[in-house]
């Protein structure tokens, strides 16, 4: 079983940046994409972004495209979520995630097909 951890979340103001990582533990890390979902409150949880497991492909959500940016170390079993230009409808709980099917060799692009959540890191923009 896969165990997630996030970190690197915090307070920022609109324009900021953060970098989200999550280290990944419990099985092999090359053989499972990843990817990084988020859940505002009173809302379902939404699709970021995600890498392959070779990490030579990514897939974002229209609405973080051209702002964040997904990668991965394997040597260090973490991934990354690299955020730029943050706004307040940033704001949410992020959950790293761990790609349900091993040896797939696309990025995951639906929740659906993440298999393992992280316990989350908060991400507070303020205007």
């Known amino acids: 079983q896969v165990l997630l951890a996030e970190s690197g979340g915090g307070s920022v103001h609109t324009g900021d940046s953060l970098t989200l990582s999550c280290v990944a533990s419990?099985?092999?890390?090359?053989?499972?994409?990843m990817g990084w979902l988020r859940q505002a409150p009173g809302k379902e949880a939404e699709f970021v972004a995600s890498?392959?497991?070779?990490?030579?492909?990514?897939y974002y959500a229209d609405v973080v495209r051209g702002r964040f940016a997904i990668s991965r170390d394997d040597a260090k079993n973490t991934v990354y979520l690299q955020m730029n230009s943050l706004k307040p409808e940033d704001t949410a709980v992020y959950y790293c995630?761990?790609?349900?099917?091993?040896?797939?060799?696309?990025?995951?692009?639906?929740?659906?097909?993440?298999?393992?959540w992280g316990q989350g890191t908060q991400v507070t923009v303020s205007s």
């Open positions: 995630a761990s790609d349900g099917r091993p040896f797939n060799s696309a990025p995951v692009t639906s929740i659906a097909d993440f298999g393992s």
């Open positions: 419990g099985r092999t890390f090359g053989h499972y994409g």
């Open positions: 890498i392959d497991r070779h990490g030579a492909r990514t």
